[in-house]
């Protein structure tokens, strides 16, 4: 059996550092039990440029790897898929606002092709609730487990966030739930400014549609990508906004938004849930208030 193991001549310490190389990298899932030699791979694959036509014989791929292969012609071998952002058609507000319902929104974004992101994702992971919700929250990014199920906060911070609602009166179903992008960054890293710009405009319609009576944003990201704040959370939080979908524009809504902190980062510090279970009760208080 052991020589059936691919990985029989390697040393445990070999393994654990080739391991944790790939943890760095980014990796997060396991897709094959077996190993996938890409390198082999792309070398063996018939040639053929992003447009579908043969390449030229000078850049076939010859049975080395694409690495050599970029050597011995100088960097000029078949490029790989431009990025998505490359020729993608930015979002047209005007063709947003015709958009009347959360289904053919969720049908705009799958549609689009201006998020780099998507490719890396497994799913589209679009929000999860019902429109004429009272509460929307907002988190910052879909993780390893919304990306699989293609539903925001179903992983552990998602159980936290499920308690924190109960907390003050509110099922799950009740409230509806998304994030400032709609496809989970490679290795969980933290978003670029471009990337969010990529899908505020459609976060924005979609509050639009859900038509809350307030916004939570959970954690940093969230509450500076909404209200264009740089400010960190600690000093965000427990504090109301006049939230506007359309700023300097007209026709948008006008809402209540109260930053609190990300149930993960509550999840690793407990300490804080005092505040973060204050700005809930402000939550729930400002709603009974309202007529
Ligand atoms: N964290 C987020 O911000 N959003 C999710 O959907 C899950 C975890």
């Known amino acids: ?42 070398a063996a694959a018939p040639a053929a440029t992003t447009a579908g036509q043969e390449l030229p014989p000078a850049y076939a791929p010859t049975g080395d790897s694409p690495l050599a292969q970029a050597r011995r012609h100088k960097g000029r071998i078949a490029a790989p898929p431009p990025p998505a952002t490359a020729d993608a058609k930015p979002v047209n507000l005007a063709d947003l606002y015709q958009i009347k319902d959360l289904d053919g929104l969720r049908a705009a974004v799958d549609a689009f092709e201006g998020s780099s992101l998507k490719r890396y994702a497994t799913n589209t992971v679009f929000g999860d609730g019902a429109a004429g919700a009272r509460i929307m ?28 609602l109960a907390a003050i009166g509110f099922a799950r179903s009740d409230v509806y739930i998304a994030n400032t992008l709609y496809w989970r960054p490679p290795g969980n890293r933290t978003p670029t400014p471009e990337e969010r710009a990529q899908c505020l405009p459609f976060l924005m319609r979609q509050i639009e549609l859900v038509g809350p009576r307030a916004i939570i944003t959970l954690g940093g990201p969230a509450a500076q990508t909404l209200l264009n704040e740089k400010t960190g959370i600690t000093r965000l939080r427990g504090k109301w906004f006049d939230f506007q979908t359309r700023p300097g524009l007209a026709g948008g809504m006008e809402l209540p938004l109260l930053p609190t902190f990300h149930p993960a980062f509550l999840l690793r510090q407990p300490a804080q849930k005092r505040e973060a279970w204050q700005d809930l009760r402000a939550v729930r208080d400002k709603l009974a208030a309202q007529p």
Not at 4 to 28: C, F, H, I, K, N
Not at 138 to 155: I, K, L, M, S, T
């Open 137 to 164: 929250c907002v988190g910052e990014a879909p993780g390893a487990e919304e990306d699989r199920q293609g539903v925001p906060f179903v992983g552990p911070s998602g159980k936290l966030l499920d308690r924190m």
């Open 1 to 42: 059996m052991a020589d059936l193991d691919p990985y029989a001549a390697y040393s445990r310490e070999s393994l654990v550092a080739m391991l944790r190389w790939q943890l760095e990298a980014g990796v997060t899932e396991a897709l094959s039990p077996e190993p996938y030699d890409r390198f082999s791979a792309a």
